[in-house]
Each structure stands twice: as C-alpha cells, then as structure tokens.
C-alpha cells in the first residue's frame, strides 16, 4: 500500500516511534498518534486537506491589472496541491527537463498563466528551492507498507 499524504496520522500499535513519543503515551495511558507524512522543508507547512503552505522568506509580486491601473500584489505565503494524473501526461509536452519542471511547479501552485511563471522566477533562489523541495514530496513514491 502507497502512502497517502492526505492522511496526517494513524493510529497503530505496532508503528515506529521515537523513545520519547512512546514514553508520552504510556504516561497518557492512550494509544500513541504518529505522524507519517513526509518531512516538509523549512518555512512549508502540512494543511488539514493535504496541500502544503509556504511561507515565503521574501514576498515576491504578482502584477493585476484591471482597465489602466495596475497593482502589484505581495504574495508572502503559497499554497500548493498534490499533482494528478493529468498533470503528470501533460507536463511530458513541456520542452526540456527545466520546462517540465516549471509546468509542475505552475500546477502545483495553481499560477498556470505567464504571470504564475513570472512569480516564479521572480522567487528569491531560497523560495524556489522551497517550492522545488514540495514538488519532490508531492512526486515521490512514499513510504510502503508490509513486506
């Protein structure tokens, strides 16, 4: 069975915990919550809907226009999605391992048009490498269980 990021916690009997996690819980005298989603880097947060939250470390700007005025928008946290089947066969037209990437990163942030790839590159390099370090979470197998 695949691990499912959506799901913040099980409760198990038999599940691997720290010494400390497992000493809290036989004081507690209930049974022990551990989570196992995976490790989010600094600064990115798990939502109870199972899309992850970054907190930027330098908000960067999204421009809006609307007739003659113009307002640019600081952007200071981030919200992405997990990846879907469809995101993955369409990000294979993208040109180039860069290009694919970004078509990932523009998904996952919901920022498809040009602006959402100008907010991009417009990310301090620590943000980029942030959003970069979810969208792995988000594309690798996970943790399985059993043998």
């Known amino acids: 069975m695949d691990f499912d990021p959506t799901?913040?916690?099980?409760?198990?009997?038999?599940?691997?915990v720290t010494p400390q996690v497992l000493e809290a819980s036989e004081r507690a005298d209930k049974p022990v919550t551990?989570?196992?989603?995976p490790k989010l880097p600094e600064g990115a947060r798990w939502n109870t809907d199972g899309t992850v939250t970054i907190a930027l470390d330098e908000p960067a700007g999204i421009t809006r226009r609307s007739g003659e005025?113009?307002?640019i928008e600081q952007i200071r946290e981030i919200t992405c999605r997990r990846l879907r089947g469809g995101d993955m066969i369409d990000a294979v037209?993208?040109?180039g391992a860069s290009?694919?990437?970004l078509f990932l990163l523009k998904r996952m942030t919901g920022l498809e048009d040009m602006k959402g790839e100008l907010f991009?590159?417009?990310l301090s390099h620590i943000d980029y490498l942030t959003l970069v370090e979810v969208l792995g979470v988000f594309t690798r197998r996970g943790q399985k269980t059993g043998r």
Request: no cysteine; glycine share 4%; hydrophobic share 25%.
């Open 69 to 71: 005025h113009e307002d």
């Open 99 to 101: 290009g694919r990437q």
């Open 34 to 37: 551990v989570d196992m989603r």
């Open 120 to 122: 991009i590159r417009a």
């Open 93 to 95: 037209d993208a040109e």
């Open 7 to 16: 799901r913040p916690s099980v409760h198990h009997e038999h599940a691997h």
